[in-house]
């Protein structure tokens, strides 16, 4: 049984890290303000199997940024949680609250040119969430460990035109 699991957690290694920020152009999150942030602001959505997910948020002013997440099901069940990423006293916290819970929060940890990854190790999944733009494609991970096993999640959004 330890053989069949070392491949899969070797092939989430292996994911993990050809995913993560390059050295080059890593820039310390104490030296970010959430203005860098606006690469993310904007409708992004796509599909995975019969589940259309879409994420919408509204440009930084005033040291906030606020985001809304709906996914809906073939079946027509739909989820939802409310984001918000505030900057506070030079430091960057991304505020999940999914189905409009108590919001956690994910300190940001690591930033690059379109590319920012929130962490919280005592949350019990996820651990990190990590936004990359490329072009108008939005891909955004969550990971973690769950019961000493690694997971992740992942979901690939194209930029929507704005809603009229």
């Not at 390059?22 to 589940?51: C, K, M, P």
């Amino acid at each position: 049984m330890h053989r069949m699991l070392c491949i899969p957690l070797a092939v989430i290694a292996a994911l993990l890290s050809s995913t993560s920020v390059a050295e080059s152009e890593q820039v310390d999150s104490n030296d970010i303000s959430i203005g860098e942030l606006e690469w993310l602001a904007g409708s992004w959505s796509g599909r995975q199997g019969d589940t259309v997910t879409e994420e919408h948020w509204i440009e930084p002013k005033g040291g906030l940024m606020l985001g809304v997440n709906r996914s809906v099901r073939g079946t027509g069940k739909a989820a939802f949680e409310f984001l918000r990423i505030a900057e506070t006293d030079g430091t960057i916290v991304y505020h999940a609250s999914p189905g409009g819970r108590a919001a956690t929060p994910f300190t940001l940890i690591k930033a690059s040119n379109r590319q920012a990854v929130f962490q919280n190790l005592e949350n019990d999944f996820p651990q990190r969430i990590i936004y990359r733009r490329q072009g108008d494609t939005l891909t955004v991970r969550i990971d973690g460990t769950i019961k000493d096993e690694k997971r992740k999640m992942e979901w690939k959004w194209t930029r929507q035109a704005a809603a009229r």
